[in-house]
């Protein structure tokens, strides 16, 4: 039903490509979230999926229909913006209404539909009420709400959180997996912040540059990502990315010098091909100095309560993130060792792509 | 046994009172000395015409002549109700087309994007800064054949098509709408016309009657236009009305003060009850 | 969705460009919205600015048809005494007075950008002149600048100067004009006032952190961060004092009593088309202002670059 399709899709602006050819598959009810970098095209893609935005080579489809040359309203498509861009001069009934009035509903329809949802997200009492009156959350569900009385066949969001303080960012995350389940309807979801991308979505669209990196699901972008990009991109903090050199018979040699047992199938490449070697910081470990792989200085020390983050430098410009527990007492300047657990690790080939796990 | 201090709020130091003092010394003389015009215009609109030349000087009128202000009412050569109307009519006028012609392209400008804007929004900078007698005569000698130099047309026409320096100003605020309202607007399904009309022109309210204002005022004091255009005296908006009495009547001094007077005053008090307005607009255009 | 499909598969060539149209609705609004002003742009901007370039190269007296003779008007401009005379006046008067009021309006600025009780009164004064109707205004300056009845000079004299016959003598008839011109400077004033206000409050006290000298602040953040405004008034103030002509017109009329002291360009331009109806001489008078004007704004614009700060510009 309300399934998006886009096949080729590019967009310039004057001669500057800003979207560089995206195909991409939304299914019926599902919840995708588009993360990347500031500048990365999300946010552009999500509003020429909306029509708010010329298409200039390409196609998208909205439940089986070719909307590209579509009028924003035709097609099906709610969204809530990041300011929220409710109307300053209407009240939130007025806001709500404000779309199903311009589809020709008739009056006692309308009242029906807005207070029915209104009901739905208990905001029955800001129905009289005008945004400047309102506190940002109450905005956020207003906007949502003037969304969702629309019956949309897809619900936008174009970073609707990250105008939010944290206590609320995390409420509203969670109302809004709720809409997604109720409402069993499509959703894309635009943000920068990847921890948002993670708990909201059934499959992650990794942009950047204008280009899809990775598509899949959390668990997939986060423990087998495509490529050097997304592996540094998601995950906080960020998966280390440590130099390294693969020798035949599955030997890797570190950057500085150490040689550990790669176990996994990687696919033929020449000896002693310059690879990259990805460890998540939960993966290293604390040891003693007889079975370290690495050993390093402590540059910055981050006492999180928890768990313990700290920063190593290993050699002239490798250092290595450790996330070690809320107990380790290391300080700035203490010289500590580590192993790796390659179980979970990435190889990245010279190319940047993930060679394995495959 | 151990007293202990009273703690004493600290008291501003005394250098701090003799500058503010200093401060507000200088800042009344330099008020007295921007007033002194309208003090003068006001006491000698009501002295004899004798008094007004009177050595030495007088700073008060001695008999204060309530009758120099109805005289004004009353003369043939200066006929200054019918001119005070034609001033009210060209300044509401040109003030309600520059509203409702900049408010269309200001908004264009300001926030819908087509091909060939940012051209004729440099176009329109250069009419802005260009001199208003390099396209005069072309205008004049058109209108003349239209045969219609004498009336308002050529006064007020041009100002429903818009006016750069107000679709300047205007645009500074329109600017300031955001576009995601307007495209939450094209979500909900208006059209183009109604998001300006319903959506984005209830956001600058306050704009369209700053503008309407300035609008009012640069009218009412527009000299040049009238004096080509209008001949007859009954014809005249009161600025050249009063030109027009003070270089026939040169010596009666205390008539063409009541008429500067009369003439001045409704803009001072449209000034002083919309003043906040007014610095808005100012600081709005300002800025580049 | 078949022609959709075949795209993806041969990926190679890309589809041909689409036609926009998404956003086409809000073009073609765009172009209507701003149609009315297009049209009036052409036909009283840009068409009779044209027409004035070519007038100016015509013997054209209202009455019967204009008479093309190339570049006489631009000759006979050559030994027109009041051409010349205007033009110096005009300069003269747009050097003097423009710095001047600026100058003058900035230190208000500055005086006025600090909270008292009486703020808004000052505020209030300084704005006042500009309403005043220059015609009228000048009415009145003609009272003030009488010797003997005037205040001006009554107040001078008992300050010990020895004040000029302002309006009769020619050495300063045109002084009285530029004082006329200064009085109405609280639009400038407020301009500038708005820009010290737009100064961050953190950005004044870094500065006053950074050094104690009131006048370290001025010269080296405040005047920097108000010098678009700067340009503004500057822009403006010369483009406008180079039309001055209502003033001129009441207190000098069109000849510039006294001996031709207050004759400006825009009078002479006004008296060579109403008054005289040599309308091709006055369009080129009209073009020459045209280019000088258009020189000076290419030079102040070209200039900026170097003095002006913007916001967002990194350099």
Wanted: aromatic letters at 12%; charged letters at 15%; hydrophobic letters at 50%.
């Amino acid at each position: 039903m309300g399934a998006v399709t886009l096949t080729g899709v590019r967009k310039l602006f004057g001669t500057m490509e800003v979207i560089k050819g995206i195909d991409l598959a939304i299914a019926d009810r599902e919840l995708v979230v588009f993360v990347g970098p500031s500048g990365c095209g999300k946010s552009t893609l999500l509003r020429m999926i909306a029509g708010l935005e010329d298409v200039d080579y390409g196609a998208i489809e909205i439940a089986g229909r070719d909307v590209t040359e579509l009028a924003p309203a035709l097609r099906g498509v709610a969204m809530v913006f990041q300011n929220y861009a409710l109307y300053p001069h209407m009240t939130a009934y007025d806001n709500m209404a404000y779309g199903l009035r311009r589809a020709g509903l008739a009056g006692a329809e309308v009242d029906k539909r807005v207070r029915a949802t209104a009901a739905m997200l208990q905001i029955t009492e800001l129905l009289p009420r005008r945004p400047k009156a309102m506190s940002g959350g109450q905005r956020q569900r207003v906007a949502i709400g003037r969304a969702i009385v629309r019956n949309p066949e897809v619900f936008m969001f174009d970073e609707p959180l990250s105008n939010l303080d944290a206590a609320l960012r995390v409420e509203m995350r969670s109302q809004i997996a709720r809409l997604h389940r109720e409402l069993q309807a499509t959703m894309i979801f635009v943000t920068h912040d990847q921890v948002e991308a993670m708990t909201l979505a059934d499959r992650i669209v990794v942009l950047n540059g204008g280009r899809i990196e990775q598509v899949g699901t959390p668990r997939e972008v986060y423990h087998r990502p495509a490529n050097i990009f997304v592996a540094g991109f998601i995950g906080s903090p960020a998966m280390n990315l440590l130099p390294a050199n693969l020798h035949r018979g599955a030997a890797l040699e570190l950057g500085w010098g150490t040689r550990v047992t790669w176990t996994a199938a990687v696919p033929a490449l020449p000896d002693n091909a310059p690879v990259t070697l990805g460890v998540r910081p939960e993966r290293v470990s604390l040891c003693d100095a007889a079975r370290a792989q690495a050993s390093g200085e402590v540059t910055l020390a981050e006492h999180l309560g928890d768990e313990t983050i700290l920063h190593l430098k290993v050699s002239d410009g490798v250092s290595l993130t450790v996330k070690a527990g809320g107990d380790v007492a290391a300080l700035v300047g203490d010289r500590l060792h580590v192993a790796f657990d390659l179980a979970g690790a990435c190889l990245f080939g010279p190319d940047g792509r993930r060679i394995a796990p495959d | 046994m151990t007293a202990v201090p009273a703690i004493e709020r600290r008291r501003p130091a005394p250098g701090k009172l003799w500058q503010s003092l200093l401060y507000h010394a200088v800042m009344l003389t330099f008020a007295a000395i921007f007033l002194l015009p309208f003090y003068w215009m006001t006491i000698s609109a009501l002295k004899f015409n004798a008094e007004i030349f009177a050595n030495p000087v007088s700073w008060w009128p001695d008999p204060v002549r309530w009758e120099n202000l109805a005289q004004l009412f009353m003369r043939d050569d200066f006929p200054f109700l019918r001119q005070f109307m034609n001033s009210v009519f060209y300044a509401g006028s040109v003030a309600i087309a520059v509203v409702l012609s900049c408010s269309l392209a200001a908004y264009a400008f300001g926030c819908l994007r087509w091909r060939g804007r940012n051209l004729v929004f440099a176009l329109t900078i250069c009419a802005l800064l260009m001199p208003t007698i390099v396209t005069f005569l072309p205008v004049y000698l058109a209108w003349s054949r239209l045969g219609l130099v004498g009336s308002y047309w050529p006064l007020i026409f041009p100002f429903l098509l818009g006016d750069a320096f107000f679709i300047f100003m205007l645009r500074q605020f329109f600017l300031g709408v955001p576009r995601e309202l307007m495209d939450a607007a094209r979500l909900d399904g208006a059209s183009e016309f109604r998001i300006w009309w319903q959506i984005v022109l209830p956001q600058v309210r306050t704009a369209l009657v700053i503008v309407g204002l300035f609008a009012i005022v640069y009218t009412w004091n527009e000299f040049f236009g009238p004096l080509i255009y209008l001949q007859n005296r009954e014809d005249m908006p009161l600025s050249l009305g009063l030109f027009t009495f003070q270089s026939q009547r040169a010596t009666e001094w205390s008539i063409s003060m009541a008429g500067s007077f009369f003439t001045a005053m409704p803009m001072v008090l449209l000034f002083l009850l919309t003043q906040r307005l007014f610095q808005q607009g100012l600081t709005t255009s300002g800025l580049k | 969705m078949a022609a959709g499909t075949q795209i993806a598969v041969s990926g190679a060539s890309p589809s041909p460009r689409r036609r926009r149209r998404a956003g086409r609705g809000e073009a073609r609004a765009g172009v209507l919205f701003a149609l009315p002003w297009m049209i009036g742009l052409a036909t009283f901007t840009i068409i009779p600015l044209i027409l004035t370039f070519y007038i100016a190269q015509t013997k054209f007296q209202i009455v019967g048809p204009p008479k093309y003779i190339g570049l006489e008007n631009y000759e006979a401009m050559w030994t027109d005494a009041a051409f010349w005379r205007s033009a110096q006046n005009t300069l003269f008067f747009a050097a003097v007075s423009v710095p001047l009021k600026l100058a003058l309006a900035l230190g208000l600025a500055l005086l006025l950008n600090r909270a008292t009780a009486l703020s808004g009164l000052y505020r209030t004064v300084f704005y006042l002149p500009f309403l005043m109707p220059a015609v009228a205004g000048s009415v009145v300056f003609m009272l003030l600048l009488t010797p003997g009845a005037g205040p001006v000079n009554i107040i001078l004299e008992a300050f010990g100067f020895n004040p000029p016959d302002w309006l009769r003598d020619p050495d300063s008839a045109l002084w009285a004009i530029i004082m006329l011109s200064i009085w109405p400077l609280g639009v400038e004033t407020l301009v500038f006032l708005g820009g010290l206000q737009n100064i961050p409050r953190d950005v004044s006290e870094a500065a006053e952190l950074d050094s104690p000298e009131p006048w370290h602040k001025l010269w080296w953040i405040t005047l920097p961060l108000i010098t678009p405004m700067i340009l503004f008034n500057l822009v403006i103030g010369i483009i406008y004092s180079f039309q001055i002509f209502a003033q001129a017109i009441v207190i000098g009329g069109t000849t510039g009593t006294p001996a031709e002291a207050t004759l400006m360009y825009m009078v002479v331009i006004y008296r060579a088309a109403f008054r005289y109806f040599n309308v091709g001489y006055a369009a080129a008078l009209a073009t020459v202002l045209f280019f000088v004007v258009l020189l000076l704004a290419l030079l102040i614009f070209r200039t900026a670059r170097s003095w002006v700060y913007y916001e967002g510009e990194s350099r």
